[in-house]
C-alpha cells in the first residue's frame, strides 16, 4: 500500500506542474468594415447586431446621427460610421448596437466580418499623424490570419459623447 501512495503523490506533483502554462489575456473583437478599413469592436458591448432597421429622422442633430430606431421599447440613437470618421457616405449593410451599463447606440457600417482573439499585447498603440484622422481608434494590430490590419474602435468614446 505504501507504493500506492508514493505513485498518487507523484501524480499530484505532476498534475501541478502542467497548470503553470502562462496565462495570455485574450479578448473577442468582432471585426467590422466601413470604407474598407477594418475595425474591431470588443465583443463585450454588443447587444445585436441588425440587418434590416427603419429609423426615424429627428431634426437638428449632428449629420453623422442618422436617426432613431426603438429597439424592443428603447430608443436608440443611430450613427453613421462612415461620417462619424470624416468620411463619404456609403452603402450599409447592417447595424451594430452597442450597450453599456444600459445605454445603447448603433453604429451603421458596410460589413460585419468575423469574430476573432486578439491578444492585448499584440494591441499597439496608434501612429500620432494618423490619432486625429481616427479619433475613435484606441490601437491597431495585425488580424491573426495575415489578412490586414484591425483598427481598434474605443466604445467608450462613443458612450461617453467625445465625438
Request: hydrophobic share 40%; proline share 6%; with cysteine.
Amino acid at each position: 500500500m505504501s507504493q500506492e501512495n508514493g505513485l498518487f503523490a507523484r501524480v499530484d506533483e505532476q498534475s501541478e506542474r502542467v497548470d503553470e502554462t502562462p496565462q495570455v489575456d485574450t479578448e473577442k473583437y468582432l471585426v467590422v468594415s466601413s470604407a474598407n478599413v477594418l475595425y474591431g469592436v470588443n465583443t463585450r458591448y454588443i447587444e445585436t447586431i441588425l440587418t434590416e432597421i427603419s429609423i426615424t429622422w429627428l431634426p437638428m442633430l449632428p449629420p453623422h446621427i442618422r436617426g432613431v430606431i426603438n429597439l424592443r421599447g428603447a430608443v436608440v440613437p443611430i450613427l453613421d460610421f462612415r461620417l462619424l470618421l470624416g468620411q463619404e457616405p456609403g452603402e450599409k449593410s447592417c447595424t451594430i448596437v452597442l450597450d453599456s451599463g444600459g445605454v445603447q447606440i448603433g453604429i451603421m457600417v458596410d460589413e460585419v466580418d468575423q469574430t476573432v482573439d486578439i491578444e492585448q499585447e499584440r494591441i499597439l498603440p496608434v501612429p500620432s499623424q494618423t490619432a486625429g484622422d481616427n479619433k475613435l481608434v484606441s490601437g491597431m494590430c495585425t488580424l491573426p490570419n495575415q489578412n490586414g490590419t484591425l483598427m481598434v474602435l474605443d466604445c467608450s468614446l462613443l458612450f461617453n459623447g467625445q465625438l
